[in-house]
């Protein structure tokens, strides 16, 4: 038996595979993919469980601050991140989406700097979305990507150098159930990194840039130093110099706002920045809280980007960042163009560039929009704002922010009937989606991913489970939320196409909104619900 053989054994392929996927999921693909679950998940496992115990601490009162046994990296002036890597030095306008055929060449075609290619929160895990996203990118970067859809021809535009890709794979929480290594699913980080660098980090370099990664979801520099070992192992084993890979770290938990410096300081060869996940950054503070009354927040629409902890959020990142010499990327813009309607559309599209021109002027090197209308926004923003690359020389050395601003959640705002309302539409508008396969929904001209829909469902918990009075006198309890919830979920069954899943969206939804049960991540309660597990593939 030969030693590939032999690393094979105890690996099962469960999804179904064609001609296209397979050549992404060949033998030696698979081989890489073995050894990296083989190497690291006991020690992901390991890192999930110290989650667990650190939401027990939270739970009884206890509140994050910064860790006194990483005092020396925070207060040491000498070490710095990466130097900005080639195609990642100006990042002014990211846009972001799935990795569907259609959305990789409008993105690329895009007149942004960079495209992140979403095999997370705006992809629902399908076994094809999660390959076939695979397949994309591989063709993508050889130029291989024009298709024709009916009538229509998709074609990368040759008038310009193309945005540099980035990958954005999944949490370290999520699995991947259709490929097990040793009667156990694979991580869908090592599994959306693994084959995204094994097919194409070689033939990035030989075209100017390099396999780039955006990393969601953490929680501590741990999780960063496992991402780094994984980085070295990957970069050794395919004979690639070490530091080649940059990982963009998204800060969109609480207790990572706590240690910035350290996770930076864990993937400093490998470091592209921070960035500002602002809605999941929201729902990690309702999450983390959830049994602490002080931390009730107001209807969704109150918690902006100035109110206190979010403010401190923001200019900590910058801070650190730039001290650290790497990019401090801001948020989302989420607005969808409003055709029928201009008047609707200019006030949207006016948000759109204050809140550009707020990222900019607080030392932002650049932004994320979720549509290509709205980058010529944000472009002309950054532009005459920002006429360097980037602005790290913006060190930011007049902010001092505090355990205590991270935690003020101090804001002006109530809950109203109208809020509940919209939490249940965007939770279930966006659950129906995922519940077909489909990761990134349009509701109400926003465009919705999975961290909106935890920010809604868990704003809904929060205020159940600490019985919050609305504006309009209403006590919020488990019957009161169920009301609602059936009336929205009628509702919005009723003016869906046929066969549409809102009711069993609302099934899932009901167990969550009571303020008694509450899963770690939507995606991990769904997630069954689109496996599709098959006999075991070929090789």
């Known amino acids: 038996m030969s030693n590939a053989d032999s690393i094979l054994e105890g690996v099962s392929i469960v999804g179904a595979l064609n001609d296209q996927t397979r050549k992404i999921l060949n033998k030696e693909a698979t081989v890489f993919l073995a050894l990296l679950h083989r190497a690291f998940n006991t020690q992901r496992k390991e890192l999930l469980q110290r989650r667990n115990i650190r939401q027990a601490e939270l739970d009884k009162g206890v509140l994050p601050d910064f860790l006194p046994e990483t005092r020396h990296i925070r207060e040491n002036d000498a070490w710095k991140g990466a130097p900005p890597a080639p195609g990642l030095v100006d990042r002014r306008v990211e846009i972001t989406g799935p990795t569907d055929r259609k959305m990789v060449v409008n993105a690329l075609n895009s007149n942004v700097w960079t495209y992140m290619a979403d095999f997370e929160d705006s992809s629902a895990p399908t076994w094809d979305n ?18 024709k859809q009916g009538e229509k021809e998709y ?15 999944r949490g370290w929480h999520l699995e991947e159930k259709h ?14 990194f693994g084959l995204y660098f094994f097919h194409n980090a070689h033939e990035l370099v030989k075209r100017g840039t390099g396999p780039y990664y955006y990393l969601p979801k953490m929680e501590s520099h741990l999780e960063a ?12 084993y395919i004979g690639m110099p070490r530091g080649t890979i940059r990982g963009t770290v998204l800060i969109e938990t609480i207790v990572a706002a706590f240690e910035m ?53 923001v200019k900590l990142l910058i801070k650190t960042c730039h001290r650290r010499g790497v990019h401090a990327m801001g948020g989302m813009a989420a607005q969808i163009p409003i055709k029928n309607d201009k008047e609707a559309n200019d006030a949207a599209m006016a948000n759109v560039y204050a809140d550009k021109l707020r990222e900019v002027r607080a030392g932002h090197d650049g932004t994320w929009v979720a549509h290509p209308a709205l980058a010529s926004i944000a472009s002309e923003v950054f532009n005459k704002h920002m006429p360097t690359p980037n602005q790290m020389f913006v060190r930011r050395e007049d902010v001092k922010v505090t355990g205590n601003d991270l935690l003020n959640m101090n804001m002006p705002g109530t809950i109203t009937e109208e809020g509940i309302r919209k939490n249940l539409n965007i939770g279930l508008g966006y659950m129906e989606g995922w519940l077909k396969g ?35 006198g209403k006590k919020v309890d488990k019957a009161y939320a169920q009301k609602l919830l059936k009336e929205q979920a009628d509702e919005l069954a009723s003016k869906g196409p046929k ?41």
């Open 179 to 192: 490929f097990t290594v040793d009667g156990e699913p694979i991580s869908g980080s090592l599994f959306d």
């Open 225 to 236: 130093r496992l991402w780094n070992d994984v980085f070295n192992v990957a970069q050794d």
């Open 438 to 472: 489909i990761g990134c929904v349009p509701i109400n001209y926003l465009m919705e991913d999975a961290a909106t829909a935890e920010v809604s469902r868990s704003q809904l918990w929060q205020w159940c489970r600490h019985g919050i009075t609305t504006a309009e």
């Open 499 to 539: 066969g549409n899943k809102y009711h069993l969206a609302a099934q899932y939804f009901s167990g969550q909104v009571t303020g008694e049960d509450y899963a770690d991540f939507l995606t991990s309660l769904l997630y069954n619900e689109i496996t599709s597990i098959g006999p075991a593939a070929k090789l």
């Open 261 to 313: 410096d350290e996770i930076i300081y864990e993937l400093r060869d490998h470091s592209a920045g921070l960035n500002c996940g602002r809605w999941d950054y929201i729902f990690s503070v309702i999450k983390k809280f959830r049994q602490n009354p002080n931390f009730v927040l107001p209807d969704r629409s109150a918690v902006t980007m100035t109110v206190p902890f979010m403010d401190a959020y």
């Open 130 to 147: 999660m390959i076939n996203g695979q397949v994309n990118l591989y063709d993508a970067i050889r130029k291989q990507v024009d298709f």
């Open 155 to 169: 074609k990368l535009r040759t008038d310009r150098v193309l945005p540099t890709l980035i990958a954005r794979a």
